[in-house]
């Protein structure tokens, strides 16, 4: 048996953070979740171990703490916070893989808020340059974690990282949330895979998806 990983959710509480967690909990993982309002994380750690009684997860008390723990941290906050967090957990994710699930969208949600060829994931491997960044988990929506499994085809979720063995480790998580790992290349691919999560929120608002929607890849 493969040893377990401990894995830092920081916003846990958000809509993308409880969703991870749900799910991670039922795989071979530590989870330490972290999310500013106490009794909402309360309230989660007790749901996750009441329908699961082997789940190995405690709330954190502050991001540097979990991520000091971890093996893998996920930063599920929003774009902004991201570069403060970032700040807060720098010594600590000292060569750690960190998953940036960022979309920098502005507010309208008709563009994004980075430069054209820049992302999120690229400006946080410059906050964190001694951290693995791997982009994940920002091509599906929070919805999709119930339901991977969309019109009989299971939802592709796309990673981009330079370091090999960090994204192995990230497309291992991926699996084990129910979706398809698609490595789709190095780090600077995390521009287009921002890029097309504004796409598919644009086409959900219009066909009205009701946020469970993903994509795939059709192939032989
Ligand atoms: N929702 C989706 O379907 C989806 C899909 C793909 C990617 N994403 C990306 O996932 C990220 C989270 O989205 P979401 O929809 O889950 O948002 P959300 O429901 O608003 O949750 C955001 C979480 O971040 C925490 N947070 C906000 N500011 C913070 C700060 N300065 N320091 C620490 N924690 C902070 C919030 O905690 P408090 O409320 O307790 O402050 C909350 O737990 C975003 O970057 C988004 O682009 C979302």
Redesign the pocket.
């Known amino acids: 048996m493969q040893t377990k990983k401990t894995i830092a959710i920081?916003?846990?509480?958000?809509?993308?953070?409880?969703?991870l967690a749900r799910s991670l909990s039922k795989g071979n993982y530590r989870l330490l979740l972290?999310?500013?309002?106490q009794d909402?994380?309360d309230a989660l750690v007790q749901e996750i171990k009441a329908n699961n009684d082997s789940a190995d997860v405690e709330a954190a008390t502050c991001?540097a703490e979990a991520s000091w723990e971890a093996d893998i941290i996920i930063?599920?906050?929003?774009?902004?916070?991201?570069k403060?967090?970032a700040g807060r957990i720098k010594e600590v994710a000292n060569q750690k893989i960190v998953i940036s699930?960022?979309?920098?969208?502005n507010e309208s949600y008709d563009g994004l808020v980075t430069k054209p060829g820049t992302s999120?994931a690229g400006e946080l491997q410059q906050l964190l340059p001694n951290s693995k960044i791997v982009k994940a988990?920002?091509?599906?929506?929070?919805?999709?974690f119930l339901t991977p499994v969309i019109a009989g085809k299971q939802v592709d979720a796309f990673i981009a990282g330079n370091d090999d063995e960090a994204v192995a480790t990230v497309s291992e998580l991926v699996n084990a949330v129910g979706f398809n790992p698609v490595v789709a290349g190095d780090l600077s691919v995390s521009s287009t895979l921002e890029s097309m999560?504004l796409l598919l929120i644009r086409l959900n608002i219009k066909y009205q998806y009701n946020?469970l929607a993903g994509w795939k890849i059709l192939h032989h």
């Open positions: 920081i916003g846990a509480t958000g809509n993308m953070g409880s969703a972290k999310g500013s309002q909402m994380l991001p930063l599920a906050v929003p774009f902004a916070a991201e403060e967090i699930i960022a979309n920098p969208f999120a988990f920002n091509t599906t929506f929070a919805a999709d999560q946020w």
